[in-house]
């Protein structure tokens, strides 16, 4: 084809209504998608390519903090992109440093390290790890301890770090170095470093989310976080917390750790950092601020886009004080989701979360799985997202209103009468 052949098919492309045919036919099939195109939002709502509009307790899962549109964050990444969007981290990037301060100055961190993704900061406080055990305990193959029913993201050591077989399916071998406890469980934890120390083996680290998000959104448990934290300064590992899905607010405070009553001694974050916009971290206390020149990097880490974006969410969360939404909006949730689990329990088995990440668990009644009842959501126009085998999850914008809870609430009532009436 001539440049001007392709050129044309490009604009014709683009020129031609959605097709999910067209789409499946070039895009590969790693997802399972729900038939629905989603091509504007505004705040809390979404409209499809047909114009009908959807009350999104999805947020890109758990990641636009703002939701959608918000004149703020349209605003700052407007600006920046027309002063300069990209540059290599062999500069200094004054917008780099503005948002590094604010998340030192607002947590127990005191450097940052920024990437793209969920996966890639956990890659970063993997290396982390690896450095810690190999240098300072002076081990040459350290262990990392994570959890059963975690995640931590796609690429390789994440999805090893990631503690569910079925993501680890025919991608064989996975990563050395890792083992898994099950969460919350302090005597299977200390059963399994006795067996460590047996065998002469040196655990360098465990890696926890505060609260499980995909693997069924489990709250960690204060006593068991504790305990967690004692071992690791008696036995000099790092205790690093996965706050990519609770962090940046979501839980009700800025940071999933502070639930727990404990500091770890570093943490990663993500989705809801750049309210949709890429953008990850690795923060570390100075105590584990070991990775040198060299060591680690990331070609888009830290550009000014992604980080004006940052700065324009956690200025909008302090103006507007969202933590403060964040408590009352979920409250206000996880009441009305009891209410169903009250008057329908023979379906559904309970609530639980933080803040505005919850899960209504859902009992074993054959028409009323995660996926049957997102897809009558969706029906009724409503966004949810499932959590594991027995979960749907429900992880709206920050920003949420009283009124868009309750008309949530009602969507889900009509969306479960919908399937369990089959
Ligand atoms: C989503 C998620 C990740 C992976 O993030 P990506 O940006 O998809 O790589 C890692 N950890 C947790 C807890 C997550 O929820």
């Not at 898994?180 to 926890?208: F, S």
Request: aromatic residues 6%.
């Amino acid at each position: 084809m001539s440049p001007e052949t392709v050129l044309a098919a490009v604009d014709a492309a683009i020129a031609s209504p959605f097709s999910t045919d067209a789409f499946d036919a070039c895009v590969m099939q790693t997802y399972g998608r729900f038939p629905l195109a989603l091509e504007r939002g505004e705040g809390c709502r979404v409209w499809d390519t047909q114009g009908r509009s959807y009350l999104d307790f999805v947020a890109g899962i758990a990641t636009c903090t703002l939701g959608h549109a918000h004149p703020e964050l349209v605003d700052a990444i407007s600006d920046q992109i027309r002063k300069l969007h990209h540059v290599s981290n062999l500069y200094y990037i004054p917008e780099q440093g503005q948002l590094a301060a604010w998340l030192t100055a607002n947590s127990c961190a005191d450097r940052v390290f920024f990437c793209n993704s969920g996966a890639e900061a956990n890659e970063a406080a993997i290396k982390l790890a690896r450095k810690h055990g190999n240098t300072v305990l002076e081990a040459e193959n350290p262990i990392i301890l994570t959890a059963q029913a975690s995640f931590h993201g796609r690429t390789l050591a994440a999805v090893t770090a990631t503690g569910q077989p079925k993501y680890h399916k025919g991608f064989q071998p996975l990563v050395q170095g890792f083992r898994y406890v099950p969460y919350n469980d302090l005597a299977a934890l200390e059963a399994t470093l006795a067996e460590l120390d047996a065998a002469g083996e040196t655990v360098a680290a465990i890696l926890l989310e505060p609260l499980q998000g995909e693997g069924g959104v489990n709250p960690g448990d204060r006593a068991y976080f504790q305990a967690v934290r004692q071992l690791c300064d008696q036995r000099r590992m790092l205790l690093i917390l996965d706050e990519v899905q609770v962090g940046m607010g979501r839980s009700g405070q800025l940071w999933g750790y502070e639930n727990l009553g404990i500091e770890p001694d570093a943490f990663t974050v993500a989705k809801g950092l750049g309210g949709g916009v890429p953008i990850g971290a690795l923060l570390v206390k100075a105590s584990c601020n070991i990775l040198q020149a060299g060591e680690h990097a990331s070609t888009f880490g830290g550009n000014p886009l992604a980080c004006r974006a940052g700065l324009a969410i956690a200025q909008v969360m302090e103006r507007d004080q969202l933590l403060a939404n964040v408590q009352a909006r979920g409250e206000q949730l996880r009441a009305g989701l009891q209410e169903l689990v009250d008057r329908y329990p023979n379906l559904l088995a309970g609530v639980r979360g933080w803040g505005l990440i919850n899960g209504l668990v859902l009992r074993n009644d054959p028409n009323v799985t995660p996926i049957a009842l997102v897809k009558a959501a969706i029906e009724q126009g409503l966004l949810l997202v499932p959590a594991g085998a027995e979960v749907v999850r429900f992880v709206p914008p920050l920003i949420v209103s009283a009124a868009e809870i309750d008309e949530a609430l009602a969507m889900t009532e009509r969306a479960l009468l919908a399937i369990a009436g089959e």
